[in-house]
């Protein structure tokens, strides 16, 4: 994973994005899957070996420079702490990253702990549409999360879930998707 630094650029510019850097890096033969914007962050999906990563990022520097790259892998880790992270990476907009922790989170839990974390892990997901201008989805997808968040009120490892809830449903009313941080 590529994290460039976004300076100009919305979800509305990710289909193109994704097309200038697999122009700027085809003569590499590498795999740029996929990308997402955020405020913050151009984020790549990339299958390269390590030691052309150097080379890629490169290529890519006319989108923008460099804030980090990552390899990901399953890190294992307990419940809490796979909670924590999915927030930490929510709340900077690396909302991939944070459906891929809780994951872990949520097949260690079982019953409305389970629904809850499914909800969440819902509401990130719904956020990578939207970072890829596919607000329809990211729409649909946060319908399937209020149902999963249920009823669950209070705080949960330090989400407030009412303010979760309400977020959501603002957003449904209106529309129109945008970031926040829980």
Do not use: D, P, T
């Given at each position: 994973?590529?994290?460039?630094?976004?300076?100009?650029?919305s979800p509305s510019h990710a289909h193109d994005l994704l097309v200038r850097a697999r122009e700027l890096s085809s003569i590499m033969r590498i795999t740029v899957r996929d990308m997402r914007v955020s405020s913050r962050y151009l984020e790549f999906d990339v299958s390269i070996p390590k030691d052309r990563l150097e080379q890629l990022i490169k290529k890519l520097e006319p989108i923008g420079p460099l804030d980090h790259a990552k390899h990901v892998i399953d890190e294992p880790m307990d419940k809490e702490e796979a909670i924590e992270k999915g927030?930490?990476?929510?709340?900077?907009?690396?909302?991939?990253?944070?459906?891929?922790?809780l994951e872990g989170a949520w097949?260690?839990?079982?019953?409305?702990?389970?629904?809850?974390?499914?909800?969440?892990?819902?509401?990130?997901?719904a956020f990578v549409h939207y970072q890829k201008n596919e607000?329809?989805?990211c729409l649909s997808i946060f319908n399937r999360a209020l149902?999963?968040?249920?009823?669950?009120t209070g705080k949960y490892q330090k989400i407030d879930v009412d303010a979760l809830r309400n977020k959501v449903s603002s957003i449904l009313r209106s529309g129109a998707p945008e970031s926040f941080t829980i």
């Open positions: 994973m590529i994290h460039l630094k976004n300076s100009k650029y927030r930490y990476y929510f709340n900077y907009e690396r909302f991939w990253e944070s459906h891929e922790v097949k260690k839990s079982q019953g409305k702990e389970k629904e809850l974390i499914q909800g969440i892990i819902l509401v990130a997901a607000n329809e989805i149902e999963k968040i249920g009823n669950a």
